[in-house]
């Protein structure tokens, strides 16, 4: 970590923050607005402090690591197009044939062989201190409270290293880990990780699952630990092809979990398989808190250290944030992956406004009919992709995929109502919207045809609103969005007193102005924001039900209770502190005007009816 601060210092892309400053909240509130500018920078704690229990930490806190594209380029040592390129060749080896191509194919070959981690004898830089049974306080390390709601401290970048129960297999995961006490955690690995698969075998076994996190280190250990390889496959020999260098491990002091040699801080321990403990609330990358549910707990046996170590920490919350740019490299690097089993993808891209699992947009090469449905059930078949919510599908022709404005044009222009397909499967385990937790519907867009003719008769904003009101006064403001294509979409901001769909069924009589209607509720939504109403959007709607394909379309992307017949418990926004917040901006730590505040909706603001600001 110390050699990527002082790499990142010569670029003049760290920023050093002297002024004391509590993990509590004002950290990584930092941290959270950084990140959402232009040219966000690294950030660099250097004396974080508690002031609830007033400590003073003597680690400092590095965040906003993967501050932008060009950090994150440089952290992969290359363009993730480079290293996509050099998987795609390794899938496709051609049969040399000058004496130069058969060089270079075994150079490519021979280069492979540095993907393998090694492991050392020696004492690891990781371990030049160690505390070790009663010495284990993980007090004296600066853990992030990141959310007023909170359920405590969260480490957010640990490195979860196991192995399988026969040793056989062994993986990295990139978990959250909850502070319980002095001396332990609570994991949570989602239950369709690897992490949680491995913890099961030690359950049914009835024997303890040793467990180190590492911190710290090689950024690139971190990215690899986020990245979705199939069960079974290291995490680290992604590292190892990446660096072209092998990781080199050296074993935990206190179980016999190895650990990259030269990370941070490492935490070692055990999980009881009888251990259990509530997790959470916790302000999730979807942007809502995630409710509390039991997950297991570690009891660390030892913590081990460099002289001089930093803690590293990020913060997950509404978009966009530091998971736009390791995603952005994930997308890249795993596209030839992801043709291995649909070879007619060309291209795909995962917005970070659609949480990446909420939103893909991919282009295809279509060569017969149903074909894009075909392969919306392969990516719902294929291995954390299964959790995508909403997948479009275009062909060859249409604009990059990260054009937005023309890419939805080109989309609005074919829809039919045999576009679409809608169909239930698994859900990541954060997902809200799903009427019931872990499985949740799925809308499939086809819009690889042809154009199709417009339909509807276009009125002004304010002609619509009038009509619409006249149906249903719970109906409060509306705007129409690609009014120049076949298929405009109306988004309608409800007061929200009886389920969405009666609201709807009223619109129908509408139909000659009406195609493609969106509902949300009248609170933080900003009709003229569509980043925003993306994510809420995407975020909010379970397919099954409320993706309505009838005279009109319609989508209810309200908030759900037990009105709409959903019985679990909707969860609240993520906000920072108000008084945090205004505090940093007097200090002069953040600089930030209420435009921009509003424009990410970073505290929360109630709208009033009579003066929106939402
Ligand atoms: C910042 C960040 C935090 C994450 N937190 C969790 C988490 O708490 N639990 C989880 O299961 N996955 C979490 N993930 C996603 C996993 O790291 C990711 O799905 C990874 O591929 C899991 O690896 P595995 O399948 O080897 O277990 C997080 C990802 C990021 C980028």
């Given at each position: 970590?110390?050699?990527?601060?002082?790499?990142?210092?010569?670029?003049?892309?760290?920023?050093?923050i002297?002024?004391?400053?509590?993990?509590?909240?004002?950290?990584p509130?930092?941290?959270?607005i950084?990140?959402?500018?232009?040219?966000?920078?690294?950030l660099?704690?250097?004396?974080?402090?508690?002031?609830?229990?007033?400590?003073?930490?003597?680690?400092?806190?590095?965040?906003?690591?993967?501050?932008?594209?060009?950090?994150?380029?440089?952290?992969?040592?290359?363009?993730?197009?480079?290293?996509?390129?050099?998987?795609?060749e390794?899938?496709?080896?051609?049969?040399?044939?000058?004496?130069?191509?058969?060089?270079?194919?075994?150079?490519?070959?021979?280069?492979?062989?540095?993907?393998?981690?090694?492991?050392?004898?020696?004492?690891?830089?990781?371990?030049?201190?160690?505390?070790?049974?009663?010495?284990?306080?993980?007090?004296?390390?600066?853990?992030?409270?990141?959310?007023?709601?909170?359920?405590?401290?969260?480490?957010?970048?640990?490195?979860?290293?196991?192995k399988?129960?026969?040793?056989?297999k062994?993986?990295?995961?990139?978990?959250?880990?909850?502070?319980?006490?002095?001396?332990?955690?609570?994991?949570?690995?989602?239950?369709?990780?690897?992490?949680?698969?491995?913890?099961?075998?030690?359950?049914?076994?009835?024997?303890?699952?040793?467990?180190?996190?590492?911190?710290?280190?090689?950024?690139?250990?971190?990215?690899?630990?986020?990245?979705?390889?199939?069960?079974?496959?290291?995490e680290?020999?992604?590292?190892?092809?990446i660096?072209?260098?092998?990781?080199?491990?050296?074993?935990?002091?206190?179980?016999?979990?190895?650990?990259p040699?030269?990370?941070?801080?490492?935490?070692?321990?055990?999980?009881?398989?009888?251990?259990?403990?509530?997790?959470?609330?916790?302000?999730?990358?979807?942007?809502?808190?995630?409710?509390?549910?039991?997950?297991?707990?570690?009891?660390?046996?030892?913590?081990?250290?460099?002289?001089?170590?930093?803690?590293?920490?990020?913060?997950?919350?509404?978009?966009?944030?530091?998971?736009?740019?390791?995603?952005?490299?994930?997308?890249?690097?795993?596209?030839?992956?992801?043709?291995?089993?649909?070879?007619?993808?060309?291209?795909?891209?995962?917005?970070?406004?659609?949480?990446?699992?909420?939103?893909?947009?991919?282009?295809?090469?279509?060569?017969?009919?149903?074909?894009?449905?075909?392969?919306?059930?392969?990516?719902?078949?294929?291995?954390?992709?299964?959790?995508?919510?909403?997948?479009?599908?275009?062909?060859?022709?249409?604009?990059?995929?990260?054009?937005?404005?023309?890419?939805?044009?080109?989309?609005?222009?074919?829809?039919?109502e045999?576009?679409?397909?809608?169909?239930?499967?698994?859900?990541?385990?954060?997902?809200?919207?799903?009427?019931?937790?872990?499985?949740?519907?799925?809308?499939?867009?086809?819009?690889?045809?042809?154009?199709?003719?417009?339909?509807?008769?276009?009125?002004?904003?304010?002609?619509?609103?009038?009509?619409?009101?006249?149906?249903?006064?719970?109906?409060?403001?509306?705007?129409?969005?690609?009014?120049?294509?076949?298929?405009?979409?109306?988004?309608?901001?409800v007061?929200?007193?009886?389920?969405?769909?009666?609201?709807?069924?009223?619109?129908?009589?509408?139909?000659?102005?009406?195609?493609?209607?969106?509902?949300?509720?009248?609170?933080?939504?900003?009709?003229?924001?569509?980043?925003?109403?993306?994510?809420?959007?995407?975020?909010?709607?379970?397919a099954?039900?409320?993706?309505?394909?009838?005279?009109?379309?319609?989508?209810?992307?309200?908030?759900?209770?037990?009105?709409?017949?959903?019985?679990?418990?909707?969860?609240e926004?993520?906000?920072?502190?108000?008084?945090?917040?205004?505090?940093?901006?007097?200090?002069?730590?953040?600089?930030?005007?209420?435009?921009?505040?509003?424009?990410?909706?970073?505290i929360?603001?109630?709208?009033?009816?009579?003066?929106?600001?939402?």
């Amino acid at each position: 970590m110390e050699r990527f601060l002082e790499d990142i210092k010569k670029f003049g892309k760290l920023r050093v923050i002297e002024e004391p400053l509590d993990v509590n909240l004002e950290i990584p509130h930092v941290a959270y607005i950084e990140v959402k500018k232009e040219d966000s920078k690294v950030l660099l704690f250097k004396n974080p402090i508690d002031k609830k229990e007033n400590r003073k930490f003597n680690i400092p806190v590095v965040m906003n690591i993967f501050a932008n594209f060009e950090i994150t380029n440089f952290i992969l040592g290359k363009h993730p197009q480079k290293i996509a390129k050099e998987i795609q060749e390794l899938l496709e080896p051609k049969t040399p044939n000058s004496l130069k191509e058969k060089i270079n194919t075994l150079l490519t070959f021979s280069k492979l062989r540095k993907i393998f981690p090694k492991r050392t004898k020696k004492r690891g830089i990781c371990q030049q201190v160690i505390y070790q049974g009663k010495q284990v306080n993980l007090d004296n390390l600066p853990i992030l409270k990141t959310w007023p709601k909170d359920a405590g401290k969260f480490i957010t970048t640990g490195q979860v290293y196991t192995k399988s129960l026969d040793g056989k297999k062994y993986n990295l995961g990139l978990y959250r880990i909850q502070k319980l006490s002095k001396n332990k955690f609570i994991m949570h690995w989602q239950i369709h990780k690897d992490g949680a698969h491995f913890f099961h075998e030690y359950k049914k076994a009835n024997k303890k699952m040793p467990v180190s996190i590492a911190i710290g280190g090689d950024p690139l250990y971190y990215w690899c630990g986020q990245a979705p390889l199939p069960n079974g496959i290291f995490e680290l020999l992604l590292y190892g092809f990446i660096r072209k260098q092998n990781p080199t491990l050296v074993k935990s002091i206190t179980n016999d979990i190895y650990i990259p040699y030269d990370v941070d801080i490492v935490i070692e321990g055990y999980v009881d398989p009888n251990e259990f403990a509530i997790e959470g609330p916790f302000g999730d990358h979807t942007g809502y808190y995630t409710p509390p549910e039991e997950f297991p707990v570690l009891t660390v046996s030892a913590i081990t250290m460099k002289k001089n170590p930093y803690f590293t920490a990020t913060v997950v919350g509404k978009p966009p944030l530091e998971d736009k740019y390791m995603g952005w490299a994930t997308e890249r690097i795993f596209l030839p992956l992801l043709k291995t089993t649909t070879p007619d993808l060309i291209d795909y891209h995962m917005p970070e406004n659609g949480c990446f699992h909420n939103l893909l947009i991919a282009k295809i090469l279509p060569r017969y009919k149903g074909h894009s449905k075909q392969i919306m059930h392969a990516l719902w078949g294929v291995g954390q992709m299964s959790f995508l919510k909403h997948a479009i599908f275009v062909d060859e022709n249409a604009p990059d995929l990260t054009d937005y404005e023309n890419l939805t044009k080109y989309i609005l222009n074919r829809l039919t109502e045999k576009s679409f397909l809608i169909t239930e499967g698994i859900v990541d385990q954060l997902d809200h919207a799903s009427y019931e937790p872990l499985v949740g519907g799925k809308l499939g867009i086809d819009a690889t045809g042809s154009t199709v003719e417009k339909t509807i008769k276009v009125l002004s904003d304010k002609q619509l609103l009038e009509k619409a009101k006249k149906l249903d006064n719970n109906i409060l403001q509306l705007k129409q969005y690609f009014t120049d294509t076949a298929n405009p979409i109306t988004i309608i901001k409800v007061r929200k007193t009886k389920p969405v769909k009666q609201i709807f069924n009223k619109l129908k009589q509408l139909k000659q102005f009406l195609k493609i209607v969106i509902f949300v509720d009248d609170y933080m939504n900003d009709l003229n924001n569509p980043y925003m109403l993306i994510w809420r959007i995407t975020n909010n709607v379970d397919a099954l039900y409320d993706v309505w394909i009838e005279e009109i379309w319609g989508v209810d992307a309200t908030s759900k209770s037990n009105i709409d017949g959903y019985n679990r418990e909707w969860p609240e926004d993520t906000h920072c502190d108000k008084n945090v917040i205004e505090d940093l901006i007097k200090k002069g730590i953040i600089n930030v005007d209420k435009k921009f505040l509003r424009k990410y909706q970073i505290i929360e603001e109630e709208d009033d009816e009579a003066n929106p600001k939402y």
